[in-house]
């Protein structure tokens, strides 16, 4: 499906209990912002949808509007009630740093903006916490959300990331069996 500058590979609104949380993941990108949306009943996690937003190209303040407005859109449609958002990795291209710095604000507001909290988790703590190990490729990542979900094949490698953020999230940012809340990453390690 297609709506206003973003793609879903499935959505479904049934009625929710209480005890239920809806996690949007959002894995920031400049051109392509993956989400993906689960929800989180007890222990049991199970896959809503998941997408790109493409801002394709032109004025960085029109592409920023494009991933704005179409992460507002998924939050309304899905009804998130939190959001997982990947933190930003210091790349060799600092021009690259800023502008995908710039799309993970971008995001953010777009949480913000419709009140809700915002949990935010290194690329390690999400593999960590997905695969079992800090340093998986994104290959790994693909199979493993499927197989946690239970997906019928594997999503692209953007919802993927998306929707492993928010299965750390739904975890409680927990690695090896404790919380990472508080702990920062150095050298890839945690302190």
Known sequence: MRWKGWTTSRTSTPR???TEVRILGIDPGLRITGFGVIEKSGGK???I?????RSGEGELAARLKVILDGLAEVIGANQAEE???EKVFVNVNPQSTLLLGQARGTAICAAVI???PVAEYTALQVKQAVVGKGHAKKEQVQHMVRRLLALPGDPSPD???ALACAICHAHGGQMG???TRGLSVRRG???
């Open 16 to 18: 929710r209990r209480s």
């Open 45 to 47: 996690l199970r896959y």
């Open 49 to 53: 949808t998941s997408g790109c937003v």
């Open 83 to 85: 959001v997982a958002v």
């Open 114 to 116: 419709a009140g809700l």
């Open 159 to 161: 919802a993927a990331d």
């Open 177 to 179: 069996g404790f919380s």
């Open 189 to 191: 390690r945690l302190k």
